[in-house]
């Protein structure tokens, strides 16, 4: 949402464009990180989660804190816009993972 200055989360005058299913308003890509144990990785990805309009799923055990300082400095002053999705385990994760029509899976390996 631009401000009455004409500024936005990303700037003078930028929107975003999210990805939407139109009969729902359900993005239409969702990030999963599982077991994350770098809290600057999950910054970054939760920013750019939020410039393609994503929902960001966080599934632990993780190796840090959400409210670590240093997750919010890497998502800059974005991260209180992230469409944020935050798990305790893969088992509480599993029936959101089985609403999602298309799957990729990638690993640290490839």
Same mark, same amino acid.
């Given at each position: 949402q631009l401000k009455?200055?004409?500024t936005g989360p990303f700037g003078l005058g930028a929107q975003p464009v999210p990805l939407v299913d139109e009969s729902d308003g359900e993005p239409l890509l969702h990030v999963v990180f599982y077991s994350p144990q770098i809290h600057?990785?999950?910054g970054n990805i939760g920013r750019t989660c939020l410039g393609m309009g994503a929902r960001l799923h966080v599934v632990g055990p993780l190796g840090f804190s959400l409210d670590d300082r240093? @997750?919010?400095r890497a998502g800059l002053d974005y991260w209180e816009h @992230?469409?944020?999705r935050v798990y305790e385990n893969?088992?509480?994760f599993v029936p959101t993972l089985r609403s999602f029509a298309r799957r990729y899976y990638f690993t640290k390996y490839a």
């Open positions: 009455a200055d004409g600057w990785n999950t240093h @997750v919010r @992230v469409d944020l893969w088992d509480q």
